[in-house]
């Protein structure tokens, strides 16, 4: 456990004094279109002509960022509050009639760190939690009238991730998780609480990824259950009384039937785990019935500290409720130990079981593959599963059905990085009882994707008819523009909401009349910085010399003059591929929007470089060598590049920077180690010792003790004496994810300036694995400017 606790009033004194003395600034023309207005978001309010207008917070300030926090089993907490660190919290709701444009605030002004929301499924009602100075609380608002019914003043737990408030299938009540322990006082550390630590293998193969956090003592179990414990509750709106379901426990779920009788419950059991997360402990779902009392315990599992790399849990996995069902459940279990190198003719089986759920369980489907639940149909026994081709990502999507009335239909089959022939994502809609299905009507469902292609993204809606696949076009991007489908909106459907944008003009919501042709404005987000205008962006394609298309989007500074070369800064992240096509196909819209988030490598455009930003870093073999080419192969990629671009006569190519974050940061410290192209790098938030994350990294699955040569040969601390370029090393102080904690950073560093190379290490006082505050992102900048002005220019 970690915690960081401090007083208000020197938590202000600190971060002022810190501020004056520590955190730079970067350079005017960066600095004036920082601070960009909020953009305007809408949710829409399913069947009818509603929607819920939205923005976010932008940037975490500093004093919040560092208020007291605790470090327990994975999870970083505000303890004073009982919930997760919540990051770009929305500011406001607004209830928008899409059809006369009259809009109504709905929250007031001193909720504004709003959590989450949920629109009951009668769509009468939306309910909300604020996240105020000592806790989260809920609040109910009548859509109609925009009033407040209930105001809640007992405090939500919402310390689990995802563990949120859930509309009743009666539209009338809340089922609440309540801090338990609110009435009782912290554990306070005792010499009792002092002892050694100790673990032992038993000889087991237990092969665990890196992570940060995690339990250490005996007391910190005692902080884990203080704060995670909650109690179920039952809240009547009308009335406000409150049930109370099932008994105190550490809960990950609390989800109804669809018919409203039971619960499917799943809750962490002890003992817990000195080596994983929370998201891996012991575990039971259990099935209450409406009092909340216990029908039965459908599986119990002990701490998941033996599944295989790349493999899945064994037993029931994924257990879920049929929406178009009363109360019948629907679970996967492997018939290969969770292990995918174990050749079995099904390596899944699916199982459903209806209440009163004291039958044997129903075997309906077998899967050669992993099997996965894409999604429930609104028609009753039809849902559409994945069988999933690991070794080849190749995924093949079925239309089947649960209850025997008709066998399956293949609807598609693609790798998993096929772009160019994605059908996209199904429709979904809500159905009376809340649950979301695959809209199906008249035998014909509703695709939207992105519409991937050589000349870049153009989405589309399609209906698409499950008999024989016809596809009928019912949206596509405009040209010169970047539009993508939102929903339908109306009780009829008639009408859809698409986002439009194009290089000049930035994101809004517009609202299309089929019937009509009439296309309506909805929100008003508005250009912020004429010089954004200035930005010239074009997203290009260049060839690897094993004939890979590769592609990137440029940014050409404001006064881009074709007569002079540029520096350069490519900034990338290295992904896998199975096949050469799919590695060669481009994302990316020429009409997006310039929109600049963060501390993005974007800024460096309006200070006088050019930006290759997403520039193709694949990394393409079979799943279980392509590594072993890692290092030639993005030498390839960043080699392209820089010749494409100088034979444009656009770039000086001995004023060459590189740069990434994570993934990215890892690649950009192995460039500098085996190439001469580059003056300088920019490494954020990286791994660079591969033998502290042993049992597997990204996408790789061999072991250290697998493919010693490869781990010794991509760890750039282990060839630090290489780097001789420049380099920036930056990470958040408190990066929880698994394999890039700090040490990374500070190990990297001294190992280069151990070798005499250039290094310096910026270390962000309590950012995590990206960098949240407006302080943290300002300097940063600085730091980037700074970097490329003193070896680029």
């Not at 009509?516 to 010399?545: C, F, M, P, W």
């Not at 006064?559 to 994302?587: H, M, N």
Request: glycine share 6%.
């Amino acid at each position: 456990m970690k915690s960081i606790t401090s007083a208000l009033l020197l938590l202000t004194a600190i971060t002022v004094c810190t501020f004056a003395e520590g955190y730079k600034l970067p350079p005017e023309d960066i600095l004036n279109v920082f601070d960009a207005p909020n953009e305007q978001f809408l949710t829409l309010v399913e069947g009818t002509d509603y929607a819920i207008e939205h923005t976010y917070e932008r940037y975490e300030s500093l004093e919040s960022l560092s208020q007291e926090r605790l470090s327990l089993a994975g999870q970083i907490i505000l303890p004073k509050i009982h919930s997760e660190k919540i990051s770009y919290p929305k500011l406001y709701l607004k209830l928008i009639n899409l059809k006369t444009d009259e809009r109504i605030d709905l929250t007031p002004r001193e909720d504004n760190r709003i959590v989450d929301f949920e629109i009951s499924p009668d769509r009468k009602y939306l309910a909300y939690l604020s996240q105020l100075e000592n806790g989260v609380y809920l609040r109910v608002i009548e859509l109609k009238s925009g009033s407040m019914v209930f105001k809640d003043s007992r405090k939500v737990n919402m310390a689990f991730a995802g563990l949120l408030i859930k509309w009743s299938v009666d539209s009338r009540s809340l089922i609440i998780p309540r801090v338990f322990y609110e009435n009782e006082p912290v554990p306070v550390k005792s010499v009792a609480d002092i002892a050694p630590k100790s673990e032992e293998s038993f000889g087991k193969t237990a092969q665990l990824r890196t992570y940060s956090n995690l339990l250490e003592t005996q007391f910190d179990i005692k902080l884990f259950d203080y704060y995670f414990t909650s109690r179920f509750a039952k809240l009547d709106i009308v009335t406000g009384n409150e049930t109370v379901l099932g008994k105190p426990a550490v809960y990950r779920s609390f989800i109804q039937s669809p018919d409203g009788k039971y619960f499917l419950v799943r809750i962490v059991n002890k003992p817990y785990s000195f080596t994983l997360p929370y998201s891996r402990f012991g575990y039971s779902y259990l099935i209450l019935n409406s009092n909340g009392n216990e029908i039965t315990d459908l599986v119990t599992k002990p701490v998941q500290d033996e599944i295989p790399i790349g493999g899945v849990e064994t037993g029931i996995r994924s257990p879920l409720w049929i929406p178009t069902e009363s109360s019948t459940l629907c679970w996967i279990d492997a018939k290969d130990d969770g292990d995918p190198k174990k050749i079995v003719p099904f390596r899944d089986s699916f199982y459903k079981l209806s209440a009163p759920f004291d039958k044997d369980p129903k075997l309906f489907l077998k899967t050669k593959n992993r099997g996965y639940v894409s999604g429930f149909t609104n028609e009753k026994g039809r849902f559409v599963y994945i069988d999933y081709d690991r070794d080849n990502e190749w995924m093949s999507t079925y239309y089947g059905s649960y209850d025997g009335s008709t066998g399956d239909k293949m609807l598609f089959t693609r790798s998993e990085n096929e772009k160019y022939e994605n059908p996209g994502e199904f429709v979904t809609a809500k159905m009376p009882n809340g649950f979301e299905v695959i809209k199906v009507k008249d035998g014909s469902a509703y695709l939207y994707g992105q519409g991937y292609s050589q000349s870049g993204n153009f989405p589309f809606l399609h209906k698409f008819s499950l008999k024989d696949g016809k596809k009928t076009v019912l949206f596509k991007c405009a040209d010169k523009s970047y539009e993508n489908f939102v929903g339908f909106t109306g009780s009829d459907n008639s009408r859809i909401c698409i986002t439009r944008e194009t290089t000049y003009e930035p994101r809004n919501y517009f609202v299309i009349d089929h019937k009509t042709g009439s296309k309506i404005q909805i929100t008003t987000n508005t250009d912020h910085a004429l010089v954004i205008r200035q930005i010239k962006t074009e997203l290009i394609t260049y060839k690897r010399n094993d004939s890979i298309t590769l592609s990137g989007k440029l940014y050409l500074p404001p006064d881009y003059d074709k007569e002079k070369k540029y520096p350069l800064i490519i900034w990338a992240y290295p992904r896998e591929f199975v096949e050469l096509s799919t590695a060669g196909q481009i994302t990316g819209s020429n009409y997006s929007y310039t929109r600049f988030w963060g501390a993005s490598v974007k800024y460096l455009a309006l200070h006088g470089y050019i930006v290759l930003d997403n520039a193709s870093m694949p990394i393409v073999g079979n799943i279980q060598q392509r590594n072993d080419s890692f290092i030639e192969q993005i030498k390839m990629n960043a080699l392209s590049a820089i010749d494409h671009l100088d034979s444009l006569g656009m770039i000086d190519r001995t004023k060459v920077a590189v740069g990434g974050h994570s993934y990215g940061a890892f690649m950009t410290a192995n460039l500098l180690a085996y190439t001469d192209y580059f003056k300088a790098g920019i490494a954020n938030s990286g791994a660079y010792n591969r033998t502290l994350t042993p049992f597997g990294f990204q996408s790789e699955e061999r072991t250290y003790w697998q493919a010693k040569e490869f781990y010794q040969k991509a760890s750039p601390f282990s060839n630090a004496e290489m780097i001789k370029t420049p380099i920036l090393l930056v990470h958040g102080a408190d990066d929880n994810n698994p394999g890039t904690y700090p040490m990374q950073s500070e190990r990297m560093y001294a190992a280069i300036k151990g070798n005499g190379g250039n290094a310096r290490l910026v270390i962000l006082p309590y950012e995590g694995h990206g960098y949240e505050a407006r302080e943290s992102n300002l300097h940063v900048l600085a730091e980037m400017c700074e970097w490329l002005d003193k070896y680029l220019k």
